[in-house]
């Protein structure tokens, strides 16, 4: 009990410690969110007052100009209330509209290629670990290659030669503008057909994280002394391999799975400016790009939340799953 409360009680001052960054980075950046605001406003022929920009200011939740600890004790405030603020970059819609709208596409593409990169790496990772020095063990700088070339790069190529030269699948975009977006076939058909090359870009890039990882471990498994025994033993292969090896060379992998899920919040940004994917990278693209301090804070606060959340999760698990963990802590 005292391991998971010392847990719990560490992971909320990382969460504290990571909402003050969250306040504070955005705010380093040069430029005003009101002004900015109240630019688009004169761009469009309105009047700017000094009425018009104190009600502005307090739209957006405060004048940047006051002092920095009164600013973070209102951010603290609406935080608590659940308020994120108005977003200046779609200006008037608020933050948590904002952000619900793009997350599912992130999540979606991002949670289905991180799950199918892992699940296809850890397999073949095993695989070949079982078996080092084999043909397929060749293979590998094969695909640390893949890992080392830039995703814009490789998003770049899969476009060209699978949409623009084959015309199999969609260029841009996250489904036909045609269509409403609902829960029918038409739609749903139609995401699937544009999501696939960015997803094919994800898992084809961070697979040879898993398989290398994986296989490394299964390598370093089976020198273990309770290998030894179990074929001492007389155990089949397969139960060695699905019992044993496999099932203590993996826990990195859970590890590290939990961790790229967090992450999947954050999504891809590079991936989704290139097939102009509406996903929550071109929200925080935007964000940046207009100062957009609530927006900012709000697709940050997401992520440290995931992150956060998935790490969390593994290091309870672990608890359970390992006790030596419990020991050592």
Excluded: C
Excluded at 67 to 91: E, F, M
Excluded at 247 to 272: C, D, K, Q, Y
């Amino acid at each position: 009990m005292n391991y998971f409360l010392r847990k719990l009680g560490f992971y909320a001052v990382a969460l504290w410690a990571a909402l003050t960054l969250n306040f504070a980075i955005p705010r380093m950046l040069p430029g005003n969110p009101v002004d900015i605001l109240l630019a688009k406003l004169q761009q469009r022929g309105g009047t700017v007052t000094p009425e018009t920009r104190k009600a502005y200011a307090l739209l957006l939740g405060g004048d940047s100009s006051d002092p920095l600890w009164v600013q973070y004790w209102d951010y603290l405030k609406n935080l608590a209330r659940g308020d994120l603020g108005t977003s200046v970059s779609y200006y008037p819609a608020k933050v948590s509209d904002v952000i619900l709208t793009s997350l599912p596409w992130t999540v979606v593409l991002v949670g289905v290629a991180t799950v199918l990169a892992a699940l296809l790496g850890v397999l073949l990772g095993a695989f070949v670990g079982w078996k080092p020095g084999t043909w397929l063990d060749s293979l590998i700088p094969a695909t640390t290659l893949l890992a080392a070339v830039p995703y814009f790069w490789l998003a770049l190529i899969l476009t060209y030669f699978l949409a623009r030269v084959l015309g199999w699948f969609p260029m841009q975009g996250g489904y036909d503008v045609v269509l409403s977006p609902g829960w029918n076939f038409e739609f749903i058909f139609s995401a699937i057909e544009y999501g696939f090359l960015p997803a094919l870009t994800i898992v084809l890039a961070s697979i040879a994280g898993w398989l290398l990882g994986m296989r490394n471990m299964m390598v370093s498994t089976l020198s273990e002394d309770y290998i030894l025994t179990a074929e001492a033993k007389g155990l089949t292969p397969r139960k060695i391999l699905r019992s044993y090896a496999s099932r203590n060379a993996v826990l990195p992998s859970v590890a590290g799975f939990a961790i790229s899920l967090g992450f999947v919040v954050s999504g891809s940004v590079i991936t989704e400016q290139v097939f102009s994917y509406p996903g929550i990278g071109g929200r925080l693209l935007g964000a940046v790009t207009n100062n957009d301090y609530a927006l900012m804070q709000g697709v940050f606060l997401f992520i440290t939340l995931a992150v956060l959340g998935a790490n969390l999760v593994v290091d309870l698990l672990y608890g359970i799953i390992d006790p030596r963990t419990r020991a050592r802590s």
